[in-house]
C-alpha cells in the first residue's frame, strides 16, 4: 500500500513536467564593467540618499532577472551608486520595491538575511574569479558578510568591520554601505576589481543580479570595477585586547578517556581571562595574525546531532580566529557540495587534511586553552599562502597535553580559474605522539564554455608520517605504510537543465590526518550524481529539479560496506518560494563485526539491504509563520524505522522570533533491545531590543545522552568591532533515566572586546 501511494505522488509529481513549458533562452549580456568615482567629501552613512555628494556617483541601473527567467527583465528597478575615498568604498543604492511587499523579519545583527528582501555586495579584489567577499543588508540595516571557500560556497560565520544603514521610502527602501579598505585585503598596483551585486524579492521568489552566468552572480561570473587608485590601508594595524570574567562549575566527569581524573562535587572556578589579538598587515596583500592566551568563550554553539552510523560526525567551525581567510586553507575541494545527496556531510569531509576544529576542543568537545599562535596568510601575484602555529595547553579532563599545532597552505592561480598547491601539518591535539602530512592539489575550472556551462576537475593526493604506539596501527601489518590518500573527481555543476558530477578516493588504513578529518579510512569508494532542472515559463510551480545520486564504498580488500542509491523524482518550488520535496533511498549495509548501535543494542554481522522513501514540504521564509516537516518510512538493518523531522519558525515582530525544531526517529530492530526511539528537540528564542541589542535563546535536548544544554546570549554592539557579551552555558543530565535531570557543567561568561584600527 506504501509503494502504491508512493507512485501515486511521483506521478502526480511527473504530470507537472509534461504539462509545463520551458522558457526559451535569453542573451547573456556579457561582461559589464564600470568606472567608479571618487570622491572628496565621506558621505554620512545613515540610509538616506539625500546628499550632494551620490550626484556625482558612478550608476548601475541595468540589473536583470536571473530567476524565475535568467536576463529577462526584472519585475522592479534597482539603482546602485559607487563611490571611494582613499579609506572606503561607499556604495548607496534605491531599492524598489511595491508596498507591502518587503520581507524584512531578521533585526538581530549578524543573524543571516539570505531569506529576507537584500542587496548583497560581491567584491573579487584580485579579479582572479575564484574568490573573495560578500556584504548583505536587508530593509532593517542588518548586515550580513561572508568569505568564499570556492565560487559557490562560503564561511557565513567569517565576520568583518564595516558599516551600513538602510532606511524606507514609499516606493521600496534605500541602503548606504562603507567597506573600509583596511577590512579588505587587495593588490594595490591594480586598478580593476570584480565586482557583482544581487538583489532578492521574497514573495515573488525572484532573484535579479548585476552580471550572472547559468543563474549564478558568484565571483567566476562577476563584473568589472575600474579606475581604483591611491587606496589607503593606514599602517594596517588592528589590536583587539578582550577580556572575561568566568564562572565555570563541573559537578561530574563523564570523559570515558579520563576516567580516573576525579572531581569534586560542585567543584568551582572563577577567572578573569584577558587575550588580545593582533592583526598586521604586511602588505597590502598579505595578512599576519598573532593571538595570546585566546579566548573563544562567546562562540555560538553548534546543533545537537544523534550518530546512528558506524562512523565520525562532522561539526562545523564557528570560531573568528581560524575563519579569517579560511578559503586560503580549503584543500581538494574535499568537503565541497556537488549535489549529491547520498553523500552525508561527514562522508564528503573525508580526508580533508587540515580541519581548524580539532584545535582546542578535546575528543568530545571540551574546550581546551590555546596559549598563544599566529598566523601568516595572503596572496602575492598569482600565489597564495597561509601559515598558522598554534600551542595548545593541556587539559586533564580532556584527556590532552600542551603541544604545538602548525598548518602551512600554498597554491599558485594557473590560467583565470585553475589552481595548484602542496599543504603540510604536523602535530596531534589530542596526542603526544609525532604526527605529519604532507599533501598534493590541483583544481581545474572552466567557467567559459558554450551556453554558459562551467567544468570543474580536482586531483589530490596525501600522504601522513605517525609515530604509533606498540600494537596501535590500524593496519599493524605496515606500522610505517598504507598511509596515503588520494581523490579525483570531475563536475558539471549547473542551476539549469543538466547538470552531473563523479568523484573517487582512496583512503588507506594507517592514513591519519591529526589536524584533519577522517569518517573512515581503509576504503575506497566512488560517488556520482546526474540531475536535470526544467523552469516552466508559466503556471503555479516555478522551477522543477530532478536527481539521481549513488555512492558505492568498498574495503581496500574490494569487499562491499556502503552502497546507497538516491533518487529524487521531483523537487519542486512554486512562485512564493514554497517547497515539495520526494525521495527514496536504496541503501546497502555490511558489517564484518558486530555494531552496537546504541547501549545493548548490537547488529550482527551481516549483509542488510533496505529502502526508504520520503517526503518534505516547506513554507517560504517570507512569512510570519515559515518551516517544513518531513517523513520518510522505509527498512533499517532488516527492521523498519521512520523519521520525522523539521522546523517551525513564528516571527510576530521583527523583534521577536521563535521557533522549534525536532528530529524523532523510531526504530524497531529484530535483536534485543531493538525497539527504541531517538529524539533531538530544540527550541529558541530571540529578543531583539535594537539593532545594537540582542537576547537569543537556544534549548537542546537528545534522549542518547539524556542532556539538556542550555544557551543563552546577551549582545550588544555598539558599533562593528566593539563587542559585549553576556553568556550562559547550562548543561543537565538525566544520569539515572528516571527523568530527574541534574546540573552536569555550567558555564557563565562576561566578555568585552575592543578593535582599536590604525
Same mark, same amino acid.
Given at each position: 500500500?506504501?509503494?502504491?501511494?508512493?507512485?501515486?505522488?511521483?506521478?502526480?509529481?511527473?504530470?507537472?513536467w509534461?504539462?509545463?513549458?520551458?522558457?526559451?533562452?535569453?542573451?547573456?549580456?556579457g561582461?559589464?564593467?564600470v568606472?567608479?568615482?571618487?570622491?572628496?567629501?565621506?558621505?554620512?552613512?545613515?540610509?538616506?540618499?539625500d546628499?550632494?555628494?551620490?550626484?556625482s556617483?558612478?550608476?548601475?541601473?541595468?540589473?536583470?532577472?536571473?530567476?524565475?527567467?535568467?536576463y529577462?527583465e526584472?519585475?522592479?528597478?534597482?539603482?546602485?551608486?559607487?563611490?571611494?575615498?582613499?579609506?572606503? =568604498?561607499?556604495?548607496?543604492?534605491?531599492?524598489?520595491?511595491p508596498?507591502?511587499?518587503?520581507?524584512a523579519?531578521?533585526?538581530?545583527?549578524?543573524?543571516?538575511?539570505?531569506?529576507?528582501?537584500s542587496?548583497?555586495?560581491?567584491?573579487?579584489p584580485?579579479?582572479?574569479?575564484?574568490?573573495?567577499?560578500?556584504?548583505?543588508?536587508?530593509?532593517?540595516?542588518?548586515?550580513?558578510?561572508?568569505?568564499?571557500?570556492?565560487v559557490?560556497?562560503?564561511y557565513?560565520?567569517?565576520?568583518?568591520?564595516w558599516d551600513?544603514?538602510?532606511?524606507?521610502?514609499?516606493?521600496?527602501?534605500?541602503?548606504?554601505?562603507? %567597506?573600509?579598505?583596511?577590512?579588505?585585503s587587495?593588490?594595490?598596483?591594480?586598478?580593476?576589481?570584480?565586482?557583482n551585486?544581487s538583489?532578492?524579492l521574497?514573495?515573488?521568489?525572484?532573484?535579479?543580479?548585476w552580471?550572472?552566468?547559468?543563474?549564478?552572480?558568484?565571483?567566476?561570473?562577476?563584473?568589472?570595477?575600474t579606475?581604483?587608485?591611491?587606496?589607503?590601508q593606514?599602517i594596517?594595524?588592528?589590536?583587539?585586547?578582550?577580556a572575561?570574567?568566568?564562572?565555570?562549575?563541573?559537578?561530574?566527569?563523564?570523559?570515558?578517556?579520563?576516567?580516573?581524573?576525579?572531581?569534586?562535587?560542585?567543584?568551582?572556578?572563577?577567572?578573569?581571562?584577558?587575550? =588580545?589579538?593582533?592583526?598586521?598587515?604586511?602588505?597590502?596583500?598579505?595578512?599576519?595574525?598573532?593571538t595570546?592566551?585566546t579566548?573563544?568563550? $562567546?562562540?555560538?554553539?553548534?546543533?545537537r546531532?544523534?550518530?546512528?552510523?558506524?562512523?565520525?560526525?562532522?561539526?562545523?567551525?564557528?570560531?573568528?580566529?581560524?575563519?579569517?581567510?579560511?578559503?586560503?586553507?580549503?584543500?581538494?575541494?574535499?568537503?565541497?557540495?556537488?549535489?549529491?545527496?547520498?553523500?552525508?556531510?561527514?562522508?564528503?569531509?573525508?580526508a580533508?587534511?587540515?580541519?581548524?576544529?580539532?584545535?582546542?576542543?578535546?575528543?568530545?568537545?571540551?574546550?581546551?586553552?590555546?596559549?598563544?599562535?599566529?598566523?601568516i596568510?595572503?596572496?602575492?601575484?598569482?600565489?597564495?599562502?597561509?601559515?598558522?602555529?598554534?600551542?595548545?595547553d593541556?587539559?586533564?579532563?580532556?584527556?590532552?597535553?600542551?603541544?604545538?599545532?602548525?598548518v602551512?597552505r600554498?597554491?599558485?592561480?594557473i590560467?583565470?580559474?585553475?589552481?595548484?598547491?602542496?599543504?603540510?601539518?604536523?602535530?596531534?591535539?589530542?596526542?603526544?605522539?609525532?604526527?605529519?602530512?604532507?599533501?598534493?592539489?590541483?583544481?581545474?575550472?572552466?567557467?567559459?564554455?558554450p551556453?554558459?556551462?562551467?567544468i570543474? $576537475?580536482?586531483?589530490?593526493?596525501?600522504?601522513?608520517?605517525?609515530?604509533?604506539?606498540?600494537?596501535?596501527?590500524?593496519?599493524p601489518l605496515?606500522p610505517?605504510?598504507?598511509?596515503?590518500?588520494?581523490?579525483?573527481?570531475?563536475?558539471?555543476?549547473?542551476?539549469?537543465?543538466?547538470?552531473?558530477a563523479? $568523484?573517487?578516493?582512496?583512503?588507506?588504513?594507517?592514513?591519519?590526518?591529526?589536524?584533519g578529518?577522517?569518517?573512515?579510512?581503509?576504503?575506497?569508494?566512488?560517488?556520482?550524481? %546526474?540531475?536535470?532542472?526544467?523552469?516552466?515559463?508559466?503556471?503555479?510551480?516555478?522551477?522543477?529539479?530532478?536527481?539521481?545520486?549513488?555512492?558505492? %564504498?568498498?574495503?581496500?580488500?574490494?569487499?562491499?560496506?556502503?552502497?546507497?542509491?538516491?533518487?529524487?523524482?521531483?523537487?519542486?518550488?512554486?512562485?512564493?518560494?514554497?517547497?515539495l520535496?520526494?525521495?527514496?533511498?536504496?541503501?546497502?549495509?555490511?558489517l564484518?563485526?558486530p555494531?552496537?548501535?546504541?547501549?545493548?543494542?548490537?547488529?550482527?554481522?551481516?549483509?542488510?539491504?533496505?529502502?526508504?522513501?520520503?517526503?518534505?514540504?516547506?513554507?517560504?521564509?517570507?512569512?510570519?509563520?515559515s518551516?517544513?516537516?518531513?517523513?520518510?518510512?522505509?527498512?533499517?538493518?532488516?527492521?523498519?524505522?521512520?523519521?520525522?523531522?523539521?522546523?517551525f519558525?513564528?516571527?510576530p515582530?521583527?523583534?521577536?522570533?521563535?521557533?522549534?525544531?525536532?528530529?524523532?526517529?523510531?526504530?524497531?530492530?529484530?535483536?534485543?533491545?531493538?525497539?527504541f526511539?531517538?529524539?533531538?528537540?530544540?527550541?529558541?528564542f530571540? %529578543?531583539?531590543?535594537?539593532?545594537?541589542?540582542?537576547?537569543?535563546? =537556544?534549548?537542546?535536548?537528545d534522549?542518547?545522552?539524556?542532556?539538556?544544554?542550555?544557551?543563552?546570549?546577551?549582545?550588544?554592539?555598539p558599533?562593528?568591532?566593539?563587542?559585549?557579551?553576556?553568556?550562559?552555558?547550562?548543561?543537565?543530565?538525566?544520569?539515572?533515566?528516571?527523568?530527574?535531570?541534574?546540573?552536569?557543567?555550567?558555564d557563565?561568561?562576561?566578555?568585552?572586546?575592543?578593535?582599536?584600527?590604525?
Amino acid at each position: 500500500m506504501r509503494l502504491v501511494r508512493w507512485a501515486s505522488w511521483c506521478a502526480l509529481a511527473c504530470a507537472g513536467w509534461a504539462s509545463a513549458q520551458e522558457t526559451a533562452p535569453l542573451q547573456d549580456p556579457g561582461q559589464k564593467t564600470v568606472r567608479i568615482a571618487r570622491t572628496m567629501a565621506r558621505p554620512v552613512i545613515d540610509g538616506a540618499l539625500d546628499e550632494a555628494v551620490w550626484q556625482s556617483a558612478a550608476r548601475i541601473d541595468n540589473f536583470h532577472q536571473v530567476n524565475p527567467v535568467e536576463y529577462a527583465e526584472p519585475s522592479e528597478r534597482t539603482e546602485i551608486y559607487l563611490l571611494y575615498d582613499d579609506d572606503a =568604498l561607499y556604495i548607496g543604492a534605491r531599492i524598489y520595491t511595491p508596498p507591502g511587499e518587503i520581507t524584512a523579519n531578521v533585526m538581530r545583527q549578524g543573524a543571516s538575511i539570505t531569506q529576507e528582501d537584500s542587496l548583497f555586495v560581491t567584491l573579487d579584489p584580485f579579479n582572479t574569479q575564484r574568490g573573495g567577499y560578500f556584504f548583505g543588508l536587508n530593509a532593517h540595516g542588518v548586515r550580513f558578510d561572508g568569505l568564499y571557500r570556492n565560487v559557490s560556497e562560503y564561511y557565513s560565520d567569517w565576520d568583518s568591520i564595516w558599516d551600513a544603514a538602510a532606511q524606507r521610502f514609499d516606493g521600496g527602501w534605500t541602503a548606504e554601505y562603507e %567597506i573600509p579598505f583596511k577590512s579588505l585585503s587587495f593588490d594595490p598596483n591594480s586598478d580593476t576589481w570584480g565586482l557583482n551585486f544581487s538583489r532578492s524579492l521574497e514573495t515573488r521568489n525572484e532573484d535579479m543580479a548585476w552580471v550572472s552566468r547559468n543563474r549564478r552572480w558568484d565571483p567566476s561570473s562577476a563584473g568589472l570595477m575600474t579606475g581604483l587608485t591611491g587606496l589607503d590601508q593606514g599602517i594596517g594595524l588592528d589590536i583587539v585586547p578582550s577580556a572575561s570574567l568566568v564562572n565555570r562549575r563541573v559537578l561530574r566527569n563523564d570523559n570515558p578517556l579520563t576516567p580516573a581524573v576525579e572531581v569534586d562535587p560542585d567543584t568551582s572556578d572563577d577567572d578573569f581571562e584577558p587575550s =588580545l589579538d593582533v592583526f598586521y598587515k604586511l602588505t597590502p596583500q598579505m595578512n599576519a595574525a598573532l593571538t595570546i592566551n585566546t579566548d573563544f568563550s $562567546a562562540t555560538e554553539v553548534v546543533d545537537r546531532q544523534v550518530n546512528l552510523t558506524r562512523f565520525g560526525l562532522f561539526f562545523p567551525e564557528k570560531r573568528d580566529f581560524f575563519l579569517r581567510e579560511a578559503d586560503i586553507f580549503e584543500f581538494g575541494r574535499i568537503g565541497a557540495s556537488d549535489g549529491t545527496g547520498a553523500l552525508s556531510n561527514a562522508e564528503r569531509q573525508n580526508a580533508r587534511p587540515f580541519f581548524s576544529r580539532r584545535i582546542g576542543l578535546g575528543a568530545f568537545g571540551e574546550p581546551v586553552d590555546l596559549n598563544y599562535g599566529g598566523k601568516i596568510s595572503g596572496r602575492a601575484g598569482r600565489f597564495e599562502l597561509g601559515a598558522l602555529s598554534i600551542r595548545q595547553d593541556e587539559n586533564p579532563l580532556a584527556g590532552v597535553d600542551d603541544t604545538t599545532l602548525s598548518v602551512v597552505r600554498a597554491k599558485a592561480g594557473i590560467g583565470s580559474e585553475s589552481t595548484i598547491g602542496v599543504v603540510l601539518t604536523n602535530g596531534d591535539p589530542l596526542n603526544p605522539r609525532d604526527n605529519s602530512l604532507a599533501g598534493f592539489d590541483a583544481l581545474y575550472r572552466n567557467s567559459r564554455l558554450p551556453g554558459g556551462r562551467t567544468i570543474e $576537475a580536482g586531483v589530490w593526493y596525501q600522504s601522513t608520517d605517525t609515530e604509533w604506539f606498540a600494537g596501535e596501527a590500524p593496519n599493524p601489518l605496515e606500522p610505517d605504510g598504507a598511509d596515503s590518500a588520494a581523490g579525483l573527481s570531475i563536475s558539471v555543476p549547473s542551476n539549469n537543465k543538466f547538470r552531473g558530477a563523479f $568523484a573517487t578516493r582512496r583512503v588507506e588504513a594507517n592514513f591519519y590526518p591529526a589536524l584533519g578529518f577522517t569518517s573512515r579510512t581503509d576504503v575506497r569508494d566512488y560517488s556520482g550524481q %546526474i540531475g536535470y532542472t526544467h523552469r516552466p515559463a508559466t503556471g503555479y510551480w516555478q522551477s522543477l529539479f530532478f536527481n539521481l545520486d549513488g555512492q558505492r %564504498i568498498e574495503g581496500l580488500n574490494g569487499r562491499l560496506q556502503s552502497q546507497q542509491i538516491g533518487l529524487t523524482p521531483v523537487q519542486m518550488y512554486n512562485r512564493t518560494n514554497d517547497m515539495l520535496y520526494i525521495r527514496s533511498n536504496f541503501e546497502t549495509e555490511v558489517l564484518e563485526v558486530p555494531f552496537e548501535i546504541r547501549p545493548g543494542t548490537i547488529i550482527p554481522v551481516g549483509e542488510y539491504s533496505t529502502d526508504d522513501h520520503g517526503i518534505e514540504w516547506g513554507f517560504s521564509a517570507h512569512r510570519r509563520f515559515s518551516g517544513r516537516i518531513a517523513r520518510t518510512d522505509g527498512g533499517f538493518y532488516n527492521g523498519t524505522r521512520v523519521r520525522t523531522f523539521g522546523n517551525f519558525t513564528w516571527v510576530p515582530s521583527p523583534r521577536f522570533r521563535t521557533g522549534v525544531g525536532f528530529n524523532i526517529q523510531d526504530i524497531d530492530l529484530p535483536v534485543e533491545n531493538g525497539k527504541f526511539t531517538t529524539r533531538i528537540v530544540n527550541t529558541n528564542f530571540d %529578543i531583539v531590543f535594537s539593532s545594537k541589542l540582542s537576547w537569543t535563546n =537556544l534549548i537542546q535536548y537528545d534522549n542518547v545522552s539524556e542532556i539538556v544544554g542550555l544557551n543563552l546570549r546577551l549582545n550588544w554592539i555598539p558599533e562593528a568591532g566593539r563587542e559585549l557579551f553576556f553568556v550562559v552555558n547550562h548543561n543537565l543530565q538525566d544520569f539515572d533515566e528516571d527523568n530527574h535531570f541534574r546540573s552536569l557543567a555550567s558555564d557563565v561568561v562576561a566578555k568585552a572586546s575592543y578593535t582599536f584600527r590604525f
